[in-house]
């Protein structure tokens, strides 16, 4: 058996034999069967911990027979929730009064619970914000392409804020407790009118600097000119 902790196993057999009664020892614990036909065996178990397991039959003489070997139980990983977010796909400059598109897919094996977006203003003393995007029914374990309308007016931003997101999910597992999984952070970063004009200055010096250092560089290397004295034609007439 592989299976998640918490998984009920249903499981089937058929005895070589008549019988009356079968149980399946787990790990020292016996779990009664049921027995029909005299020969077919039905029931299930509740897998929690690795282990192992083995049949145990009376036939209706009271004679009693169990496995010589035993059959493994081993417990499956539960990974916790992938969350992708497609939209924004990178980090960008939005206006303070812009609605931004997201897109997100989440997955998970055991099954998905909720579904949120947290954000914060970077500089803000109030932190992580949660906004429930999606509360799944049980046993869901994948949504994709789901889209959410951000309305960056409500938050209250000013030119200059960076406000960072992502999407995060949790899982269903209510036997060792939800696992949460959650996407890349993206950046948004409110224009700033001021810190533009200054990142366009930063740059047109830093062009004038390198400019006036590759002319600087081009005179040094340029060879000296010595001056040869000429000589007088007339000279040679007297």
């Not at 036909?37 to 049949?55: P, Y």
């Not at 990178?90 to 931004?100: C, M, N, S």
């Not at 804020?161 to 948004?188: F, I």
């Amino acid at each position: 058996i592989l299976a998640l902790p918490g998984t009920e196993v249903g499981i089937t057999s058929r005895a070589d034999r008549d019988i009356q009664k079968a149980a399946v020892r787990l790990d020292e614990q016996p779990v009664l069967f049921a027995v029909e036909d005299r020969r077919q065996i039905t029931g299930s178990l509740v897998v929690m911990k690795a282990g192992s397991f083995r049949f145990e039959l009376e036939d209706s003489h009271g004679d009693r027979w169990s496995e010589d070997r035993s059959h493994p139980v081993q417990l499956e990983l539960d990974r916790s929730p992938e969350v992708v977010l497609q939209e924004p796909g990178a980090d960008r400059v939005v206006r303070e009064g812009d609605a931004v598109e997201l897109k997100y897919d989440a997955k998970d094996d055991f099954g998905l619970g909720e579904v949120r977006l947290v954000f914060r203003v970077a500089g803000r003393a109030e932190g992580d914000q949660r906004r429930v995007l999606k509360t799944l029914l049980a046993r869901t374990r994948r949504v994709a392409g789901e889209g959410y309308r951000l309305d960056l007016a409500s938050l209250k931003l000013v030119p200059g804020d960076q406000l960072q997101l992502y999407v995060e999910a949790t899982d269903n597992d209510t036997v060792l407790g939800p696992k949460l999984g959650r996407s890349a952070t993206r950046s948004l970063k409110v224009f700033s009118a001021e810190e533009h004009h200054q990142d366009l200055i930063g740059r047109v010096q830093a062009a004038w600097e390198k400019l006036l250092a590759r002319l600087a560089e081009n005179l040094e290397q340029e060879p000296l000119v010595r001056a040869t004295p000429v000589e007088d034609p007339k000279a040679h007439l007297q």
